[in-house]
C-alpha cells in the first residue's frame, strides 16, 4: 500500500479585503490578547464566503474554508475549479509559501513547487546560479546538482542564455527553467499551477510528459490546470474547489464532469413568439431541438462519440426556400465551427407545413470543453433571418467529455462541414 506524502487537516486560509497583511495593529493586539488567555481568535467566526461574484457584508473573507484530504506516494492529483475558487491559495499553502489561518499540512518528504512566473528565481543571478541556489534550497549537495545540470539546461531549451540573468529572460523562457529545475533535482512532491500555460505548445506536451514520468519513478504531482484535457490524460486523481471548499474529491472524470455542469448557466429560458419576433421575420420558426445519444436527449457527449441534433421547424408563413446555419462558440465566444446548409432549395413552403432534421458533427471533432451553440433559419440567399436559438436564451451548453487517450495525441478544433439529413 502506498504511504501517504501529504496531509491537509482542517485548512482554512482567511483575507481582509483591502489590507496587505491580515488587518491593522488593533485586530493584532486583540489576536494576541485572545490567546494570551486561552481564548479562539476572535476574527475566525467572522467572514463571508469566497465568492468573487458577490459583495459581502463582512471585511473578511475565507479563501478557503476546511480543506481536508490526503495524497499518496505516486499519485497525481489534477485540481480544478472556476477562477477564485481557491487553487492557486491551496498550493501555496502546502508549497509553506505562505501559512494557513487554521490547520495544518503534514508533508513528507522534500516539495518543489513551480507556482508563478520566476518563483523561487533571485533576478540577478543567471540561470546556472539559479539552478545551483533551488538545488541548495531543496538541499541537495553540489555534487547532486552538477551531476543534474546538463539534464536540466538541455529539458529547458536555453542553453545558449544560461549565463545570462533571468530578469532578462522572457516569460516562457523563465517557465522553462523554472519547470526543468523543478521536475529534475528530485523532489518527492512536485506541485505545479497553471503557469506552464505560458509555454509554447511543444513545451506543454514535453512538461505533460514530463510529470507522468516523475510519477511513473514514484514520485508524486499536484496539478492544477484549465486545460481540462490535460488533467484527464495525467492525473488518475481530481480535487474539485467551488467558492474555497472542496466540491468533489476522488476520480478524476466525475470530478470533470462536476465542473462542466457546474459551469453551465442557471435560468435557461425558452423565447416567445413575440421575442422571436425581434431577432428574426418568423416565417418559420424552430419548434423543437434536441440534442440526442443513444436515442435519449442529453447535452453531454464523449470526445469519440458523433453529436446529433434533431430539430422540428413549422412555417408560419408561405417561404420559399430555406436555409439552417450551425455555429459553435469557444468560451470567449468565437466561432470555431460553422457552416450553413439548404434544407430546402427552391420549392415553396407552405404556411403551417412542418419540416424535422438531423445536423450532426463527426466523432473527435472537438476537444473536451464547454461550447455554447447558435442555430439559425434564414432564405436561401442567408439574408433574412427567420428564427435564432443560442445558449444565452434558451438552449444549454454543449459539454464534450474527455476519455482516455494518449497525452501526446493532437487533439485540435476540425473546421469541418455538418452532415444534415431530412428526417422522414
Same mark, same amino acid.
Given at each position: 500500500?502506498? &504511504?501517504?506524502?501529504?496531509?491537509?487537516?482542517?485548512?482554512?486560509?482567511?483575507?481582509?479585503?483591502?489590507?496587505?497583511?491580515?488587518?491593522?495593529?488593533?485586530? #493584532?493586539?486583540?489576536?494576541?490578547?485572545?490567546?494570551?488567555?486561552?481564548?479562539?481568535?476572535?476574527?475566525?467566526? /467572522?467572514?463571508?464566503?469566497?465568492?468573487? *461574484?458577490?459583495?459581502?457584508?463582512?471585511?473578511? @473573507?475565507?479563501?478557503?474554508? #476546511?480543506?481536508?484530504?490526503?495524497?499518496?506516494?505516486?499519485?497525481?492529483?489534477?485540481?480544478?475549479?472556476?477562477?477564485?475558487?481557491?487553487?492557486?491559495?491551496?498550493?501555496?499553502?502546502?508549497?509553506?509559501?505562505?501559512?494557513?489561518?487554521?490547520?495544518?499540512?503534514?508533508?513528507?518528504?522534500?516539495?518543489?513547487?513551480?507556482?508563478?512566473?520566476?518563483?523561487?528565481?533571485?533576478?540577478?543571478?543567471?540561470?546556472? $546560479?539559479?539552478?545551483?541556489?533551488?538545488?541548495?534550497?531543496?538541499?541537495?549537495?553540489?555534487?547532486?546538482?552538477?551531476?543534474?545540470?546538463?539534464?536540466? /539546461?538541455?529539458?529547458?531549451? @536555453?542553453?545558449?542564455?544560461?549565463?545570462?540573468? @533571468?530578469?532578462?529572460?522572457?516569460?516562457?523562457?523563465?517557465?522553462?527553467?523554472?519547470?526543468? /529545475?523543478?521536475?529534475?533535482?528530485?523532489?518527492?512532491?512536485?506541485?505545479?499551477?497553471?503557469?506552464?500555460?505560458?509555454?509554447?505548445?511543444?513545451?506543454?506536451?514535453?512538461?505533460?510528459?514530463?510529470?507522468?514520468?516523475?510519477?511513473?519513478?514514484?514520485?508524486?504531482?499536484?496539478?492544477?490546470?484549465?486545460?481540462?484535457?490535460?488533467?484527464?490524460?495525467?492525473?488518475?486523481?481530481?480535487?474539485?474547489?467551488?467558492?474555497?471548499?472542496?466540491?468533489?474529491?476522488?476520480?478524476?472524470?466525475?470530478?470533470? &464532469? &462536476?465542473?462542466?455542469?457546474?459551469?453551465?448557466?442557471?435560468?435557461?429560458?425558452?423565447?416567445?413568439?413575440?421575442?422571436?419576433?425581434?431577432?428574426?421575420?418568423?416565417? @418559420?420558426?424552430?419548434?423543437?431541438?434536441?440534442?440526442?445519444?443513444?436515442?435519449? $436527449?442529453?447535452?453531454?457527449?464523449?470526445?469519440?462519440?458523433?453529436?446529433?441534433?434533431?430539430?422540428?421547424?413549422?412555417?408560419?408563413?408561405?417561404?420559399?426556400?430555406?436555409?439552417?446555419?450551425?455555429?459553435?462558440?469557444?468560451?470567449?465566444? $468565437?466561432?470555431?465551427?460553422?457552416?450553413?446548409?439548404?434544407?430546402?432549395?427552391?420549392?415553396?413552403?407552405?404556411?403551417?407545413?412542418?419540416? *424535422?432534421?438531423?445536423?450532426?458533427?463527426?466523432?473527435?471533432?472537438?476537444?473536451?470543453?464547454?461550447?455554447?451553440?447558435?442555430?439559425?433559419?434564414?432564405?436561401?440567399?442567408?439574408?433574412?433571418?427567420?428564427?435564432?436559438?443560442?445558449?444565452?436564451?434558451?438552449?444549454?451548453?454543449?459539454?464534450?467529455?474527455?476519455?482516455?487517450?494518449?497525452?501526446?495525441?493532437?487533439?485540435?478544433?476540425?473546421?469541418?462541414?455538418?452532415?444534415?439529413?431530412?428526417?422522414?
Amino acid at each position: 500500500m502506498s &504511504k501517504v506524502v501529504l496531509k491537509a487537516i482542517n485548512i482554512s486560509k482567511q483575507y481582509r479585503l483591502g489590507q496587505v497583511g491580515t488587518g491593522t495593529i488593533s485586530h #493584532d493586539l486583540n489576536r494576541w490578547w485572545h490567546k494570551a488567555r486561552g481564548k479562539e481568535d476572535p476574527y475566525i467566526q /467572522v467572514g463571508d464566503t469566497n465568492d468573487r *461574484s458577490s459583495k459581502g457584508s463582512s471585511e473578511y @473573507v475565507w479563501s478557503l474554508k #476546511d480543506i481536508n484530504f490526503e495524497i499518496k506516494q505516486g499519485e497525481i492529483l489534477g485540481i480544478i475549479g472556476k477562477n477564485g475558487a481557491g487553487k492557486s491559495t491551496l498550493l501555496k499553502i502546502l508549497s509553506q509559501v505562505t501559512t494557513a489561518t487554521t490547520g495544518k499540512v503534514k508533508i513528507r518528504g522534500r516539495i518543489a513547487a513551480l507556482l508563478e512566473v520566476g518563483t523561487g528565481f533571485h533576478p540577478e543571478l543567471t540561470g546556472r $546560479e539559479n539552478i545551483f541556489l533551488n538545488g541548495a534550497i531543496l538541499g541537495m549537495t553540489k555534487p547532486e546538482i552538477t551531476k543534474k545540470f546538463d539534464e536540466i /539546461v538541455d529539458f529547458s531549451g @536555453v542553453e545558449r542564455y544560461i549565463d545570462t540573468p @533571468v530578469k532578462r529572460y522572457s516569460s516562457g523562457m523563465m517557465v522553462r527553467l523554472g519547470f526543468a /529545475v523543478a521536475a529534475h533535482l528530485e523532489p518527492e512532491i512536485l506541485v505545479i499551477d497553471e503557469v506552464l500555460a505560458v509555454g509554447d505548445a511543444e513545451f506543454q506536451k514535453k512538461c505533460l510528459g514530463k510529470m507522468k514520468d516523475v510519477a511513473g519513478e514514484g514520485r508524486t504531482v499536484l496539478f492544477v490546470s484549465h486545460n481540462i484535457q490535460a488533467i484527464s490524460n495525467l492525473c488518475n486523481t481530481g480535487l474539485l474547489l467551488n467558492k474555497g471548499q472542496i466540491e468533489l474529491k476522488g476520480n478524476v472524470e466525475d470530478c470533470i &464532469k &462536476k465542473y462542466m455542469l457546474m459551469s453551465r448557466p442557471e435560468n435557461l429560458k425558452t423565447i416567445g413568439l413575440e421575442d422571436r419576433l425581434k431577432r428574426g421575420s418568423g416565417s @418559420v420558426i424552430f419548434e423543437e431541438l434536441k440534442a440526442v445519444k443513444n436515442g435519449n $436527449e442529453s447535452w453531454e457527449f464523449n470526445y469519440d462519440e458523433d453529436i446529433n441534433f434533431k430539430f422540428k421547424v413549422t412555417a408560419s408563413a408561405d417561404t420559399k426556400g430555406l436555409g439552417f446555419y450551425l455555429a459553435l462558440r469557444d468560451p470567449f465566444s $468565437e466561432e470555431i465551427i460553422s457552416n450553413f446548409k439548404m434544407i430546402i432549395t427552391e420549392n415553396m413552403i407552405a404556411k403551417g407545413d412542418s419540416i *424535422s432534421f438531423t445536423a450532426s458533427l463527426p466523432k473527435k471533432t472537438l476537444r473536451p470543453g464547454q461550447y455554447g451553440l447558435y442555430f439559425t433559419l434564414s432564405n436561401s440567399e442567408f439574408k433574412i433571418f427567420h428564427d435564432v436559438l443560442d445558449n444565452n436564451v434558451n438552449i444549454p451548453m454543449l459539454n464534450i467529455n474527455p476519455v482516455s487517450m494518449d497525452v501526446h495525441e493532437n487533439i485540435g478544433f476540425v473546421t469541418m462541414p455538418f452532415n444534415l439529413k431530412i428526417d422522414p
